[in-house]
């Protein structure tokens, strides 16, 4: 009879990071602040053995080959999260007004973009939880510490600005990423 297989991987953690897991559900915390997620799987356990992180199957179960990429998903979402949590993630877009000179401007839940392609009502998007938006010039900043919220607060920024029944070629006009969230430096 064939012995089974079992899946496992290890997450080193980072210096100055505190974990806490219970039922798949974990917390982290560093010095710019705290994040939590659960990760959901029938067949994957997470655990907590001094400074690693163990990822694996169930005792009862044979790994596959979905054990395997969902455990290495699991893996990159935590590295993402202690990153986070210790630098924090940046995301960068450029402001690009070739027709029409656009005002934007930042609240604390939304940001607003006047007189875009000569609009007299302004265009809106939200931020998400967590995320702090910054106009510097023709720069927008997006900063947080989770690397979702970061990059999809900067993708609802760029399709709020989206041109529909005009050239592209001509009407160049919008907020652009120029720089997907990255570790801050």
């Known amino acids: 009879m064939t012995e089974k297989k079992s899946f496992e991987v290890k997450v080193t953690l980072l210096e100055g990071v505190e974990v806490h897991v219970q039922n798949n559900h974990v917390t982290i915390k560093g010095p710019r602040g ?3 997620r659960t990760f ?4 994957l356990v997470l655990t907590k053995e001094d400074s690693l992180l163990n990822i694996k199957t169930k005792e009862s179960l044979r790994a596959i080959k979905y054990d395997k ?3 290495h998903t699991f893996r990159a979402h935590l590295r993402n999260m202690m ?3 210790l630098k924090g993630y940046e ?3 450029k402001i690009c007004s070739g027709h029409f000179p656009m005002t934007v401007s930042t609240d604390t839940e939304k940001v607003t973009i006047k007189n875009f392609l000569g609009e007299k009502v302004p265009r809106h998007s939200s931020m998400m939880k967590g995320v702090e938006v910054k106009v510097n010039g023709n720069e927008v900043i997006v900063t947080g510490i989770e690397k979702e919220a970061v990059g999809q607060t900067a993708a609802r920024i760029e399709q709020s600005c989206r041109i529909t029944n005009r050239d592209r070629r001509i009407f160049q006009d919008g907020i652009w990423i120029i720089q997907k969230p990255q570790v801050k430096e």
Do not use: D, I, M, N
Not at 40 to 43: A, K
């Open 34 to 36: 705290e994040v939590s």
């Open 40 to 43: 959901v799987s029938p067949r």
């Open 69 to 71: 990429t969902l455990g």
């Open 83 to 85: 990153y986070g949590v």
């Open 91 to 93: 995301a960068k877009l």
